[in-house]
């Protein structure tokens, strides 16, 4: 006599390939948000990267400027506080902890699955 899943395959091969199509589902969908996270926080360290370097361009700026009309009008301060306060907001945003739990779906389907062999070959055995 066969081991169940043996006689699962050779009887309804279409049950099969619906699991692991439903595998390639649960895959896709996984991969999905995982780089939907990843590539949300790429952007957010690049706009920090660059709103960094603009903000100390602009301090630059308006630093020359302040001196060489010997006097200081807020504008000066305004615009580049703001593009600092846009590197510091995307730099929180890219660099705060996120607990990773891609593909835990998946590994809970495997398990799951692992444990019906086991107990369907318990089962066949006694």
């Given at each position: 006599?066969l081991?169940?899943?043996?006689?699962?395959?050779?009887?309804?091969?279409?049950?099969?390939?619906?699991?692991?199509?439903?595998?390639?589902?649960?895959?896709?969908?996984?991969?999905?948000?995982?780089?939907?996270?990843?590539?949300?926080?790429?952007?957010?360290?690049?706009?920090?990267?660059?709103?960094?370097?603009?903000?100390?361009?602009?301090?630059?700026?308006?630093?020359?400027?302040?001196?060489?009309?010997?006097?200081?009008?807020?504008?000066?301060?305004?615009?580049?506080?703001?593009?600092?306060?846009?590197?510091?907001?995307?730099?929180?945003?890219?660099?705060?902890?996120?607990?990773?739990?891609?593909?835990?779906?998946?590994?809970?389907?495997?398990?799951?699955?692992?444990r019906?062999?086991?107990?369907?070959?318990?089962?066949?055995?006694?």
């Amino acid at each position: 006599m066969l081991h169940p899943i043996y006689s699962t395959v050779l009887g309804h091969p279409e049950l099969i390939a619906d699991h692991m199509a439903n595998y390639g589902a649960l895959v896709r969908q996984e991969t999905h948000e995982a780089s939907r996270s990843l590539i949300a926080r790429l952007i957010a360290g690049v706009l920090a990267a660059v709103s960094a370097m603009l903000a100390l361009g602009l301090i630059g700026v308006a630093v020359m400027l302040g001196v060489l009309h010997g006097s200081f009008h807020w504008v000066l301060a305004v615009v580049p506080g703001v593009a600092v306060l846009i590197a510091l907001v995307s730099a929180y945003v890219a660099s705060r902890p996120q607990e990773f739990h891609a593909f835990a779906d998946l590994r809970a389907q495997i398990d799951a699955d692992v444990r019906a062999l086991h107990v369907a070959g318990e089962n066949h055995g006694g």
